[in-house]
Structures are given as C-alpha cells and as structure tokens.
DNA sequence: GCCGTTTTCGGCCCGACTGTTTTCAGTCG
C-alpha cells in the first residue's frame, strides 16, 4: 500500500474513532476531508513529509495534519491515532458499515450494552436486550437484522461494467412508465466511479404515484427500504446477470428513486450526481455570491428566514438545467466525471477533454491466434464500423501459456497472416503487434529483432504481481526505458474489487515514460481500469502520453471503451495527450519512431 | 481541524425519510 493510502486509511480511522468517543464534529469532519485529500493526492506526499509549507499548500491539510504527515514519515506511526485506537475496539468501527447504524447508536450500544462488533450485535438482538434501549423498537431492530445479513452476503460495491446497464434498463423502464417525462440516472455512474455502490435514478412525472408504484413492486425488488412522497429505496436482485461476473448468493444493490419537479430538473441532477464534496463547494460558492444552492434551484439568500426558499415561492436564479447553474455561479461547466473536488471549480472554460467519439484507433486487440474469439478480419470490422482509421493485433507472447502465446516462429507467421488481411480490408489500417510480457526481471518476452518487426509494442506484467513496490517499480522502469516499447498495458495489473495488483512508484514511472516518449495505458476493461483515474490525473499534469485501449478479445469488448475514457475525464485526460485520438499520418509517425 | 474577495476568530451545506415519538433524533446522500 502506498504512503499516501496508509496515512489517508489513518485519517478515516481517527475521524470514525472521534466521533465515536464524542469528539467536535467539525474536527471529525476535518479529519474525513484530510484523508479523503491524501488519499487522492496525486503524488507521493512522502517525500515531502518534512516539508510542512508544501503540505499546508495542499487544500484541506492545514498545521495539525501536516504536523501528523511528518510524525507518520519519521515514526511509521501517529499517536493520537493509537490512543484513540485504545479506547475504540476495532469491531465498534466495523458496525458503522451497517447501514442504518450511524455513529449516536453505535455509540449509544457500546456505552449501555458493551457492544463492541457485530457478533455482539447479534447477540443483544437475539436476548432482545437492545430493545431496552430508547428509540429502539421492532422495526428499527428488524431493519439492522436485514442490514446485517446484507452487509454480510453482498455488501461490496459493484464495478461499473456491471451496475451501468443496470442503470440503464432502469432508467428505459421508468421512462415507460405512464406519466414520465424525463427519466437519467445520476451518482456515482454518472460520474463513471471504477465501482459504484448504489444507483441513483431522477424522474420527472405527472403520475407520481405511478412512477412510485413501478419502481416499487417490479419482479427484481427484494425490499422495499423506503417509499416516500419524493424519494423511494429498494434492494434489486442481481440473479440472473451473466456474463464474467459472478454475484455471490442473495447479491443486490440498492437503487434509489427521486421525484422531482420538472423546473428544477438541473438543480436535481447536480446535486444527485455529487460527489458530495463537490457539491459542498458549490454551495460555498453560492454562499458568497450571496446565493443558495440546494437541489430544487440556485436562489437568491434571503438571510433569516429559516424556511427553504422554494416553499416560500422564490424564483430561482437557475435550475431548469446543469448548465445554467454553473453559469451563473461564474463557472466552466464541469463534465459530470470531474466533480471530484479535486480543483475542478478552478478549470478555464476552453479546456477540452477526451470523449468517446474522439477516439479513432484501438491499440490492444487479441486474436485467436492466442485467447481471443475473432478472426483479425472480424475484429478489424467492428474497428472499422466504429469509425476507426486503425487497428493494432497485438495477440499473447510466449510466457503467457495459459493465454495460447505465441512462440517467436508462430508470431513470423502471424505477423505475416495481419500484413495480407491489411491488404485485403478496405479503409482501416492492420498493424501487427504483440502484447508482449514483462518477465519479472523486467526484460521483455522476445529478442529485439524480432520485437523491431512489430508496428506497435504494448508491454504489459501478467505475472509476478505480489512483488513489493520497489520490485515492480525496478521491473516496470526497464520495459519503459525499452527503445522498442510503445505502450505500457495494464501496468498494475490490478482487478477491481478482485487482486490489489502492483503498487508501483507512479511518479516514477510517468517521469520515465514522459523522457522516454512511452504512452501508459488505460485499459478500459471495467474488471482493470488500470491506469486509474488518480493515476491518469498525475500522468496528465505531467504530460504523459496515455493510450486508451479496449484490450478486446470478443466481438463486446469493444463496448467497454466508455468505460476507458470515463476514467480519461476523471483524470482530465485531453484528446492531444491521447494517442488513440491523434490522426492516422501522426499516430503511424509515432509509431514508426520507434522502429 | 481548516479557512478567509468584509473574518486570524468564529464560523463550518441542505433536505428527505423512518421510526419512535407527541415534536424530533438519527441516518443518509
């Protein structure tokens, strides 16, 4: 784990531990933004640990955190973590990931029932003694049960690969629904977050009770968590979901429906989309304009009068759309990816960012030649249908058994079988390439004649991928300062949610590959995104070149390339960093010099 | 604990829903 996430990973402790031992709610909150800053961090804050200036420079780490940086960088520890650590049992914190169970009543079952886990919990439910507690009856303890055996069965999140289209049946099948006039999701996939953990669906309808009523009672429903007159929660089944993922027994997600008038559908979308922290800047920034932003409309304040503006019938400055808001707050539109809180309110209106439709050239593509499905002319088709100039065959190297890698005489043959569809295949350009192993020793899978033969290079790590940082930083370097190297792929190797992967010096390796003119890629499969998106960010501020590739081994896989350019956007990636956009003559000259 | 385009002190975003209450606390996003 990185330095950046083991001191950020401290700061969420100590901020649950405050507010668990009664402590000032805003240093709890401060604490909770301290680590959420760290842990975004672009680079390694470890080597300015000592340097408390450029640490308070950083927005949301004032002298106390910067002071605890230091303690952490010199000692491997932060004391006032370990002494609140001695008075809060680990599984005290751990009841705080069930939902429904805020801080006052975990706090409230530890200090009257010694509740200190979950396995307790369940103990003082099963004697009915936490019903001697106030404010708690049936219902809420009926509710904690389920929230247990949840939390317990399927409580991780769900990558996006998989709750994006779940999103969007969703939304197609309320926007049937009588009464409907508009209908998107919103949150965290609207953001194109790696994994999401629940789906947020907006309506605007002349039936309310309609929409209400679909939502609710459909076949996938398994709990109805709230029906209100505005709002309404439910638990969806995700049996029957194909494909790679597999949903462990009883797997559901939450999705969440929200009413809403159509004047302020804007307002809405903005604050449903988030992420929160963005959202509490904007009404910062409303603030003192001498405005307020909430999720009806940006209304002009009225000082002292506790009632909401919209109830008492004042006319928004703005609403009606997401544009018009940022506006009128003296704003560049912020692409939904972006509302990170992560300086984005500072971005200039004539930045671009890359999206789908400047993407001309997929650069990682397998063959049956190794593990894929698709003959080069099936796959160079589907390239072609999707407007691309090129296409790389880029099939296993010889290390990767398992993946049908081809040896050296099979690659000289396979190379030849990629130039003659090249001659057969109208109006897209073949070019033969391998995705060539990095060994562990971070030598390459082929001698460099027959790499020189290749149009295009991605080297990627498939094995190995236990080694500590230093190792795969040592590993990774040399396959970048290769002269023959194109394109580093997948360079972690992680999988969401499944293998953590390499954990890499990434300022390192986006320094070494911006010297030695190497793109990174951004695999776009939603099981890898890898870069991710905290990567491509330190990557762009660097100049680093980035490549977004589909990695595609079936007809699909094609389909994942939103995922990759999400992931772009979420690292303000634009389209001339991105080679994959470049015209056809730019990118084959880049290509060619590296032969 | 952080922060400052009226502030170095005194603030710190806003609303909906549930369950347990007789007017509201706790949780969530």
């Known amino acids: 784990m990185s330095f950046n996430a083991r001191v950020g990973g401290l700061f969420d402790r100590m901020s649950a531990m405050l507010e668990l031992t009664g402590g000032d709610r805003f240093r709890v909150n401060a604490h909770a933004k301290a680590a ?73 079952l530890w200090d009257e029932k010694g509740v200190d886990s979950i396995e307790a919990l369940k103990g003082v439910i099963v004697d009915g003694s936490i019903l001697e507690l106030p404010r708690m009856g049936a219902k809420t303890v009926e509710n904690i049960t389920e929230s247990i055996a949840f939390l317990e069965s399927s409580g991780q999140r769900l990558p996006i690969g998989v709750a994006m289209p779940i999103a969007e049946a969703l939304a197609e099948r309320m926007s049937g629904v009588p009464g409907v006039t508009r209908c998107a999701f919103a949150g965290s996939l609207r953001r194109g977050k790696e994994s999401i953990g629940d789906i947020d669906i907006l309506v605007v309808t002349d039936d309310p009770e309609a929409a209400r009523e679909s939502f609710c009672t459909h076949d996938s429903v398994l709990k109805v968590l709230a029906r209100g007159e505005s709002k309404c929660s439910v638990r969806l089944s995700l049996e029957g979901l194909g494909g790679r993922f597999k949903p462990g027994a009883n797997a ?128 160079a088709g589907i390239a072609k249908s999707r407007g691309f100039h090129t296409l790389a065959v880029t099939d296993h190297s010889q290390s990767s058994a398992i993946a049908n890698g081809l040896k050296p005489d099979r690659l000289r043959a ?26 562990v020793d971070g030598s390459l899978d082929y001698d460099d004649e027959l790499l020189a033969a290749l149009d295009v290079v991605v080297a990627s790590p498939h094995a190995g991928l236990k080694a500590k940082p230093p190792q795969a930083t040592k590993r990774l370097l040399k396959a970048i300062r290769h002269p ?6 997948h360079p972690t190797g992680r ?15 986006i320094a070494a590959a911006v010297e030695c003119d190497v793109a990174l890629e951004i695999n776009a499969h939603w099981m890898r995104l890898d870069l991710r ?24 896989d094609y389909d994942n390339l939103r995922y990759g350019v999400l992931t772009a956007q979420r690292g303000w990636l634009s389209p001339e960093l991105c080679i994959n956009t470049w015209d056809v003559e730019r990118l084959h000259a880049w290509l060619a010099s590296k032969r």
């Open 36 to 108: 959420r800053v760290i842990k975004d961090h672009t680079g390694d804050l470890e080597p300015i640990a000592g340097d408390a200036k450029a640490l308070i420079a950083i927005e949301g780490i004032g002298k106390g955190t910067a002071a605890k940086i230091a303690e952490f960088a010199e000692t491997g520890t932060i004391r006032e973590h370990d002494e609140l650590a001695q008075k809060v049992p680990e599984g005290v914190i751990r009841m705080l990931d069930v939902q429904g169970l805020g801080p006052k009543t975990v706090k409230l």
């Open 414 to 439: 396979h190379i030849g079988a990629i130039r003659e569809a090249n001659e057969r295949v109208e109006g897209i350009t073949i070019l033969a390439g391998s995705e060539v192993d990095i060994l």
């Open 252 to 379: 559901a997600v939450q999705a969440d429906m929200r009413l809403v008038p159509g004047p302020s559908w804007g307002a809405a979308l903005m604050y449903f989309t988030g992420s929160k922290e963005h959202n509490v800047r904007l009404r910062e920034r409303a603030l003192a304009k001498g405005m307020t932003l909430n999720e009806y409309g940006l209304f002009p304040e009225d000082k002292g009068d506790p009632t909401p503006p919209q109830q008492r019938g004042v006319a928004p400055v703005a609403g009606e759309t997401e544009e018009s808001i940022y506006a009128a707050l003296g704003l560049a539109f912020v692409p939904p990816p972006l509302r990170e809180d992560r300086g984005e309110l500072s971005l200039d209106k004539e930045r671009a960012f890359v999206v789908l439709g400047d993407i001309r050239a997929e650069l990682h593509s397998h063959t049956t030649a190794s593990d894929g499905d698709m003959s080069i002319e099936e796959s």
């Open 495 to 509: 999988l969401i949610e499944r293998r953590a992967g390499l954990d890499p010096a990434m300022d390192e390796l």
């Open 533 to 556: 998106d905290t990567h491509v960010r330190a990557a762009v501020d660097a100049g680093c070149k980035i490549a977004i590739d589909c990695d595609v081994h079936a007809p699909g």
């Open 484 to 489: 023959l190297v194109h394109i580093i792929g």
